[in-house]
């Protein structure tokens, strides 16, 4: 039986919750016996609703709504809590008997709406997963988002009056591209939204907020994994640093020696984890911790990589998620971009992203694809980029490398991983595989000649095992 209370009535029950401490920095948020303590300072809903969601209440919340919140107060039921910093929005407390002789009510849930818009709720733990459709032209976008590029003379009232025309709302913006990220009504058009908002004189640039997956799942060879993953004392750390865009690293491998860095580009506030396993395998390649199938040790030292969470749990990035972690590898000063991904599809934007990560001094090397058509594939065929097809280790091309005048180099691409991708560990193929440990070789050039022309780099790894 679920009974509903829709704020502001509040059912007072005892509700018996271990107790949970959200550590900041003079941030304290504690639910206990359906009471709240806070103790925050401009921190975003969404970053408290997920502390929350850690006592095992399921929080359902429209993603439009995340205002930063400051409160500071001691053990408040939580209805009342919630009223008093929703302010204008809506919330629903969800109660539950835990069995049919059990007349206590425990409460299992909390919704977030704005009044009237109920709808839009969806659960937070989906939250870092992008809501990818196929828009009207076949291609992949995410479901109601736009991206907007005004011209240098736009101002704020500018993107008012957008905003209004539209009745969208600005998520986010990233100020290194000048990139607003925006949120169109509900069932909305973006391709063809977009194509108007081209004919505004303030606009520069517009397009829906298109998705990528990663590639198709490299062929599994038969066979059991064998490869371990090396301990490899911190001393042997050196060299240049590979940011690697993908699904994230295992949290079962966080405490690598080689692993640099990670961010999560889908959800920033949140560390990262790699249900998928495809991140996992890329950083542990591009490391030199496992090396592929046929490759000699020859490796000095392992190199240091930072992890990018680029891709969500069902393996789909976005233009806007890309442009943040592009924006974050060139900022912490990564000399390699190695993009394991790819697809057939283009974005104006995110050519923009990529011109900008090289004329701030990154290398780029991107998949040039697992499927054998010719037919060329972003970001390995932007003009900036290293394309890498696949090799076996006997030196032939693997059958199922893509090719064409946007692949550079081929590298080997067969390798024994102890992390499955959406499966068990094994022997793995794929130009996901060359194009990391491609990374590898870049770095272990650049150690030795730190600005090589793009000619002698490519001689230089090419003649690499």
Not at 6 to 19: E, F, N
Not at 383 to 404: E, H, T, Y
Request: charged share 20%.
């Amino acid at each position: 039986m679920r009974i509903f209370r829709i704020a502001p009535l509040l059912l007072l029950t005892i509700l018996v919750v271990p107790g949970m401490l959200f550590s900041a920095v003079d941030s304290i948020i504690k639910l206990e016996q359906d009471k709240l303590t806070l103790r925050v300072t401009e921190m975003p809903l969404s970053l408290i609703l997920d502390s929350i969601a850690q006592t095992g209440i399921q929080i359902k919340t429209d993603p439009r709504i995340d205002p930063d919140i400051t409160a500071n107060f001691s053990m408040r039921p939580i209805g009342r809590a919630l009223d008093s910093i929703l302010g204008p929005y809506n919330h629903a407390l969800v109660w539950e008997h835990q069995s049919a002789d059990d007349t206590t009510l425990s409460l299992v849930e909390i919704q977030i709406f704005e009044p009237g818009k109920k709808d839009r709720i969806r659960a937070l733990r989906e939250a870092d997963n992008l809501d990818v459709i196929k828009g009207k032209s076949g291609r992949l976008l995410v479901r109601d988002v736009l991206l907007l590029h005004l011209k240098q003379d736009a101002g704020k009232e500018t993107v008012e009056a957008l905003l209004n025309g539209y009745n969208a709302t600005l998520l986010s913006w990233n100020e290194t591209f000048g990139i607003l990220r925006i949120l169109l009504p509900e069932g909305s058009d973006p391709e063809r939204i977009s194509n108007t908002l081209l004919r505004e004189a303030t606009v520069n640039h517009a397009e829906p907020d298109y998705a990528y997956p990663l590639n198709a799942p490299p062929v599994t060879l038969p066979g059991q994994g064998l490869a371990t993953v090396p301990q490899i004392l911190p001393e042997q750390i050196a060299g240049s640093t590979i940011a690697v865009l993908d699904s994230g690293f295992s949290r079962e491998y966080s405490d690598s020696s080689y692993l640099a860095g990670s961010y999560n580009a889908l959800s920033p506030e949140s560390p990262i984890d790699d249900p998928v396993g495809h991140g996992t395998q890329m950083t542990m390649i591009a490391s030199g911790a496992i090396q592929p199938v046929g490759v000699e040790e020859t490796t000095e030292f392992t190199h240091p990589v930072l992890s990018i969470r680029s891709f969500d749990d069902n393996g789909f990035t976005s233009t806007y998620t890309l442009l943040n972690s592009i924006d974050y590898a060139v900022a912490t000063g990564a000399r390699i971009l190695s993009m394991s991904w790819g697809s057939e599809d283009n974005s104006p934007m995110l050519d923009t992203a990529i011109n900008y990560a090289a004329d701030s001094g990154l290398i780029l090397v991107a998949a040039a694809g697992n499927s054998p058509t010719g037919v060329p594939v972003y970001p390995a065929a932007y003009d900036n980029v290293i394309g890498v097809g696949a090799l076996m280790p006997d030196g032939s091309v693997w059958n199922q490398s893509n090719f064409g005048d946007f692949v550079a180099i081929q590298a080997p691409g067969l390798a024994d991983l102890p992390v499955g991708y959406n499966g068990a560990p094994g022997l793995y193929a794929g130009t996901s595989i060359s194009t990391a440990f491609t990374a590898l070789m870049i770095a272990e050039a650049l150690d030795k000649n730190p600005e090589p022309d793009m000619d002698t780099l490519l001689e230089t790894i090419s003649a690499s095992p």
